[in-house]
């Protein structure tokens, strides 16, 4: 099975080591378990940032990076060789396999770092690490500060400067090389099938929860163990809810369903959204609105390529729904004003996209200086217009009520402008109808 280099991850770390302080020192914690219920813990998944740079999936480690004129030097603190441990929960790296396996440069058991980071971080006039989420590793930051500045006499300078690692990973994070952009091929083509599966199985009287299991069924056969993040299945009024998660109702004959779901594989994710008709036919009200949603998220993708600002497609998507709402009787007004005044945001209150990678919401600044980020090749985003037409709405005809659509696919940025990694799932209504033997 295809994964990252060894040579990758090192080179990765090269990257890291040439944006620090010459004087600095990285130091950055691996992801933790956690107990889901009496004694189980929930299925390890690494830290993001810890993981781009080790490949090392195992938790309780620290990895730390020392910058150098010549060359940098990594060292990985892990947990050690333990036949017993690892007879009730699997077998360890250790400190040798580390170097062997992950390439670092020096590695030691994890219970040895209160001993030998004080003597690290001697001379050294910068300390990064992440601040978010690391109140524990403050602490330890602390503590072997007191301990260096004991064991240099107090020689050296009181506070060393603190800086925060995560902005510096995450502008590495944010171009794909050309391995990760396999690996993220191969989990939206795992996660194109799903979504076919999904629509050649679903109709009425089916629960939200038996097209989840369809989905991640499929993920799981092709060596997609895990979604990259909750599945949504939402039938009728429940897909006007964003971050709908419960799954729980039925599906009935007139309802349309969105389903918004992607795989994680060897960590990378994909993340798409169809929205189709339970009976497999949409009918008047909902193919009118299906096609505006449908026009704009084109019209958004058309505005990926290199050079072309962050914003573009979230503005060529709000001018088409704001037309369409408009063409409706949804909205009533002048375009430009209502644009202006984003009255569109009453059915369409989110962004039409985010970055897409290690995580589903990818690491990665919008903007730059105040300014909307240029893409550049190697990007990878997603674009996800829609239209939620609650259905309280009583102010409203009643044929739109409940009509919740969105349409999501994962774009990459290429030299000459984009590829849709998720285009071989059916999203023209006719092609949706076929795939459900409708038509």
């Excluded at 004129?69 to 990985?76: F, G, N, P």
């Excluded at 050690?80 to 690892?86: A, G, L, S, V």
Aim: charged share 25%; aromatic share 8%.
């Amino acid at each position: 099975m295809f994964k990252i280099s060894k040579i990758e991850f090192r080179r990765r770390r090269q990257l890291l080591s040439k944006a620090l302080s010459p004087n600095g020192i990285a130091i950055l914690p691996s992801g933790r378990e956690f107990e889901r219920n009496g004694g189980t813990n929930f299925p390890f998944r690494q830290n993001s940032d810890f993981y781009y740079l080790s490949g090392f999936d195992e938790p309780d480690a620290v990895l730390v990076i020392l910058p150098g004129e010549k060359r940098h030097k990594s060292i990985l603190f892990c947990r050690k060789r333990d036949p017993n441990r690892e007879l009730w929960d699997g077998i360890r790296s250790g400190p040798e396999g580390a170097i062997a396996d992950f390439g670092v440069g020096d590695a030691f058991p994890i219970d040895l770092i209160n001993e030998i980071l004080p003597k690290l971080l001697v001379g050294r006039s910068k300390i990064y690490y992440p601040f978010q989420g690391s109140f524990e590793l403050t602490k330890n930051i602390i503590d072997w500060i007191k301990i260096s500045r004991q064991m240099t006499l107090n020689k050296l300078p009181a506070q060393p400067d603190l800086g925060d690692i995560k902005s510096i990973i995450d502008e590495l994070r944010l171009v794909k090389s050309e391995a990760e952009v396999s690996l993220m091929r191969t989990a939206a083509r795992i996660t194109a099938a799903a979504h076919i599966r999904a629509m050649k199985v679903c109709e009425p009287g089916k629960f939200e929860y038996q097209l989840q299991a369809e989905i991640e069924h499929e993920f799981a056969l092709n060596g997609a163990r895990y979604p990259a993040y909750p599945s949504i299945v939402g039938g009728g009024k429940n897909g006007c809810i964003l971050h709908y998660i419960e799954n729980s109702d039925i599906l009935t004959e007139e309802d349309l369903v969105l389903i918004d779901a992607g795989c994680e594989f060897e960590h990378y994710a994909a993340d798409v959204t169809r929205t189709f008709p339970v009976s497999g036919v949409f009918n008047t009200a909902q193919r009118s609105v299906y096609e505006i949603v449908l026009n704009a998220q084109k019209a958004a993708i058309k505005q990926i390529r290199p050079g072309n600002s962050w914003n573009r497609p979230h503005t060529a998507a709000v001018r088409v729904i704001t037309r369409g709402l408009l063409d409706l009787g949804l909205l009533r007004g002048d375009l430009n004003r209502l644009i202006k005044a984003k009255a569109y945001m009453e059915f369409y209150m989110h962004r039409t996209g985010h970055w897409l990678g290690l995580d589903v919401h990818d690491s990665g600044d919008y903007k730059v200086n105040g300014r909307w980020r240029k893409f550049e090749p190697g990007m990878i985003l997603t674009v996800e217009p829609g239209i939620y037409i609650a259905h309280h709405k009583s102010n409203i005809a009643a044929r739109w009520r409940g009509i919740g659509i969105r349409i999501e696919d994962d774009v990459l940025v290429t030299d000459r402008g984009h590829e849709v990694l998720t285009e071989s799932v059916p999203k023209e209504l006719d092609e949706i109808e076929k795939i459900m033997g409708r038509s």
